[in-house]
């Protein structure tokens, strides 16, 4: 029995979700078996969190709220490590500290 997850997370770097940080996102969606989508408001429109051209048009503002649905068997751990990305920074903050 597949399940459905929900998460938010509040993006605080500094670009939002440019070309580098949905790159990030959508290779770890793809590394899940789950569905995940995320979108800008809880109740959607909802995008596939595995197509980089589509997670790039959302173009997510600093400061946006992130949700995410993940649909499947691993769709807690799914949910979860795009919550745990997000909430460090796509790994960016060393290269904004060094470009800061």
């Known amino acids: 029995m597949s399940n459905t997850v929900t998460a938010s997370a509040l993006l605080t770097n500094a670009v939002g979700l440019h070309a580098r940080p949905s790159v990030k996102l959508t290779q770890l969606a793809k590394t899940f078996a789950a569905t995940v989508e995320i979108a800008l408001a809880a109740d959607g429109p909802w ?16 400061g946006a709220t992130l949700h995410v649905r993940a649909i499947g068997d691993d769709a807690a ?23 800061g």
């Open 47 to 62: 995008i596939d969190a595995k197509s980089p051209v589509k997670v790039m048009r959302v173009k997510a503002p600093q």
């Open 77 to 99: 751990a799914a949910a979860a490590a795009v919550v745990d990305l997000v909430a460090r920074k796509f790994d960016e903050a060393d290269a904004e500290a060094a470009h």
